[in-house]
């Protein structure tokens, strides 16, 4: 498994150093401009983790092509400079858990605009339809004329990575939108519960979810007291964190199939964290949303990391314990439903609505859908922005965010096993 999604990777690697070149050209040349979206294919894995696509074919008596429309401009990215260097540092960091020195190219490609409103409502609408088939209740209509009634693969058992692809047209631009936690939250569930809980404590978890001794953890790491096996923590993100894996097939594949496209990645949640640790990785734009503090994780998987990340963005509000990172603690909601939320570090620049503030909202879990941030945050004009002349809150590094903060991470020699009871 470990092997195959390495070479899955490598081929991923090399079609993105030999594409995205074609389709660049024309999107410079106009900085600031619109396009035009339709959904292309139903993405799932099947439990053999093998990527499924599911052509949607729009409805019969409809030849529209009317959808979203999503105002991009240019954003400069990092890609490593050779496809050696980073294969190496890659490597490293798989067989050693090591982070190696890169040098890394900037390119120019076009991205969302993520200071548009309507903008980043299209996108947030595309994350939504990520969780849901085409027509069942809550997708959201992208475009009235399509109306895919089709048996897509989602077989029912499916549990794992699940989206939506969007595509333009002209195949210039293409919209990778990856499914978040169905869960337990909110009260929904799903054949993916209990897959996106392992993940979600895995990779935002400040040591295995061991949030108290009653806790079934995710990893052997814990070594007693607030001490946590930081060389154990990264085998064990780099061994099983399936979803980021995934998640790097399944862009190669999207590479296979739009060799000369711009990709972009966006996602929800778990779907936003996954989304942003590819950006990282490919050097595609991304906007996240509400998306849990993902910074840790890339650092524990030692994804090489380019000297700018200001082609990933986040947007999220005040009132969304977990993308704020405050969902923790034993009587957290977030602990009582199984998940340890406990990161807040997000990388990139994030666009914050500050609910709290601005509409007195009380920080609660169930800010957290998506549905919810797009009916009650990104539909209306923001007036705290609108009051400074701009559409959306300003975009800005997370400058002196810790978290954490009251474990002792260590290379501790011992073996980890001798130590836990
Ligand atoms: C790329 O852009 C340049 C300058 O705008 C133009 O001269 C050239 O023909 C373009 N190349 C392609 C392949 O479109
Ligand atoms: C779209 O699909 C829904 C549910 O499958 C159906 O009720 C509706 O009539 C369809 N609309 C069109 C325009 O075909
Ligand atoms: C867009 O890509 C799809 C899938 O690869 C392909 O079937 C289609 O012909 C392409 N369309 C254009 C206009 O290039
Ligand atoms: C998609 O990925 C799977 C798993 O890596 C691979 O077996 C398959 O050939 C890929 N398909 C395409 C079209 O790239
Ligand atoms: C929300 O922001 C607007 C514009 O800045 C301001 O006029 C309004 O008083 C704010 N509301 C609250 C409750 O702070």
């Not at 490293?92 to 969302?112: H, K, M, T």
């Not at 929904?188 to 809980?197: C, E, I, L, R, S």
């Not at 814990?222 to 990264?234: F, T």
Request: overall charge negative; some cysteine.
């Amino acid at each position: 498994m470990l092997l195959s999604t390495w070479s899955g990777f490598l081929s991923a690697l090399l079609a993105s150093f030999t594409s995205h070149r074609g389709g660049e050209n024309a999107s410079l040349s106009s900085s600031s401009s619109a396009l035009q979206f339709e959904l292309r294919h139903y993405h799932a894995v099947s439990p053999a983790a093998q990527v499924l696509f599911h052509d949607a074919r729009p409805h019969a008596q409809s030849l529209s092509h009317t959808s979203h429309t999503i105002r991009t401009r240019s954003v400069k990215t990092h890609r490593p400079s050779t496809l050696a260097a980073f294969a190496h540092a890659r490597t490293r960091s798989i067989r050693f858990a090591e982070s190696v020195y890169l040098d890394w190219d900037e390119d120019e490609v076009q991205g969302p605009n993520i200071e548009s409103r309507e903008t980043l409502l299209e996108l947030a609408k595309m994350t939504n339809d990520a969780y849901l088939s085409p027509g069942e209740s809550g997708w959201y209509d992208l475009g009235n004329e399509w109306n895919v009634s089709y048996p897509f693969g989602w077989e029912p058992d499916a549990d794992g990575f699940r989206g939506h692809v969007f595509a333009t047209s002209d195949n210039s631009t293409v919209v990778l939108s990856i499914k978040g936690t169905s869960a337990g939250f909110l009260g929904g569930g799903g054949p993916t519960t209990k897959k996106d809980k392992f993940n979600d404590n895995l990779l935002f978890s400040c040591c295995c979810a061991r949030i108290d001794w009653t806790w079934t953890v995710v990893c052997d790491c814990y070594l007693g007291g607030w001490k946590c096996d930081k060389n154990c923590l990264e085998e064990s993100l780099i061994e099983e964190s399936l979803f980021y894996s995934i998640g790097t097939n399944l862009y190669n594949n999207l590479t296979y199939m739009y060799p000369e496209s711009n990709i972009w990645v966006i996602g929800h949640s778990l779907g936003g964290a996954l989304a942003s640790m590819l950006g990282v990785t490919f050097g595609v734009p991304v906007v996240a949303i509400e998306s849990p503090g993902e910074k840790m994780a890339a650092r524990r998987l030692h994804l090489p990391t380019p000297p700018e990340v200001q082609h990933i963005t986040h947007v999220y509000h005040t009132a969304d314990p977990i993308a704020m990172g405050t969902c923790n603690g034993v009587l957290s909601s977030c602990a009582l439903g199984g998940y340890a939320m406990e990161s807040r570090c997000h990388l990139g620049l994030s666009v914050v609505y500050d609910t709290v503030s601005n509409l007195s909202w009380a920080v609660d879990i169930r800010t957290h859908g998506i549905v919810n941030v797009i009916e009650k945050v990104l539909s209306q004009p923001w007036p705290p922005s609108v009051g400074v002349g701009r559409e959306v809150p300003e975009a800005k590094p997370e400058e002196d965010c810790v978290e954490c903060y009251s474990w002792d991470f260590g290379d501790h020699p011992f073996k980890k096993k001798e130590m836990v009871l």
